[in-house]
């Protein structure tokens, strides 16, 4: 079962001041526990989880402008398909953080949505926390 969801969330600091954290292809670790390290070559993003799986991702898109870039999981989880995009959105007293996904699993009684989604508030919680502990 293909899936489109997303997770956002709103934070209390300026655009620019998110878009420097979550702009960053290998800011991830600092908001995202899951993840212990990242490293970028050319347009591959390589993240190492706290478990040892290794995930490979595509950069697809950047727009500093507009403060959103997307990417794509091409190795490292059992998934048909992938895309998703990280925008930085100016609010009244700061700003939002949207992350769409679609996501497609190998197996199609696997529904990515309901296995993610949780994962993925949870892991703007902790950026949100970065940031606002940052100061805007």
Do not use: K
């Amino acid at each position: 079962m293909g899936a489109d969801f997303g997770a956002e969330i709103d934070v209390a600091v300026a655009p620019e001041v998110a878009w420097a954290l979550v702009g960053d292809p290998c800011g991830v670790p600092q908001w995202y526990p899951l993840y212990t390290s990242c490293t970028l070559e050319g347009n591959v993003r390589t993240l190492e989880r706290a478990d040892g799986a290794v995930l490979v991702e595509e950069m697809l898109t950047r727009d500093d402008a507009a403060m959103t870039y997307s990417y794509a999981v091409t190795d490292g989880l059992p998934l048909a398909e992938h895309h998703a995009s990280f925008t930085v959105v100016p609010s009244e007293g700061g700003c939002r953080v949207v992350w769409n996904t679609h996501a497609v699993h190998e197996d199609p009684s696997i529904d990515m949505e309901e296995r993610l989604v949780d994962r993925q508030a949870e892991a703007l919680e902790g950026l949100r926390d970065v940031l606002e502990g940052r100061g805007g």
